[in-house]
């Protein structure tokens, strides 16, 4: 009988943007709101997350960031406030109230947030590298 050692992938990874100075804040907000470690990363521009993504039929890549939670794949503010369903503090029962806003009005909001964050804040020329103390939650 053949056994198979594929790693186990975490339940939610988080892809995001790793050239983007927003979405760099955006997981060091998360990483200290999740002392649990619910939620794992992967760069969409990384090789783990070009793979992450080969599994579905979506294109929009560096538009939204992209959750994928349980083997189903969510992006733009469904995403967001996926996570912040995760996080300590008032942070749940904020996500939970945006989950009653329509998702067509939600989504017109982070898509005039995409738009500009590279203009708001800045961009890098390479992705983050995360710090050791966080470079577990970090799919390579």
């Known amino acids: 009988?053949?056994?198979s050692h594929q790693p186990v992938q975490p339940?939610?990874?988080?892809?995001?943007?790793?050239?983007?100075?927003l979405c760099h804040g955006a997981v060091q907000f998360i990483v200290r709101r999740d002392p649990r470690g619910q939620v794992h990363f992967?760069?969409?521009?990384s090789a783990k997350g070009q793979e992450l993504l080969s599994g579905f039929s979506y294109t929009d890549c560096l538009q939204s960031v992209v959750l994928?939670?349980?083997g189903v794949?969510?992006?733009?503010?469904d995403a967001v406030l996926r996570v912040g369903r995760k996080l300590r503090g008032v942070w749940p029962a904020l996500a939970w109230a945006g989950m009653l806003l329509p998702r067509?009005?939600?989504?017109?909001?982070?898509?005039?947030i995409?738009?500009?964050?590279?203009?708001?804040?800045?961009?890098?020329?390479q992705c983050m590298l995360p710090a050791p103390e966080i470079r577990s939650r970090f799919l390579e």
Do not use: P
Not at 13 to 20: A, K, R
Not at 73 to 77: A, D, G, N
Not at 104 to 112: A, E, H, I, Q, S
Not at 115 to 125: A, H, P, V
């Open 42 to 45: 992967a760069s969409l521009q």
């Open 11 to 21: 339940a939610s990874i988080l892809l995001f943007d790793g050239v983007c100075h």
């Open 104 to 112: 067509r009005l939600r989504d017109m909001v982070y898509d005039w």
């Open 1 to 3: 009988m053949k056994s």
């Open 68 to 70: 994928i939670e349980d």
């Open 114 to 125: 995409a738009r500009n964050r590279y203009r708001w804040l800045g961009r890098s020329e």
């Open 73 to 77: 794949l969510y992006t733009k503010s």
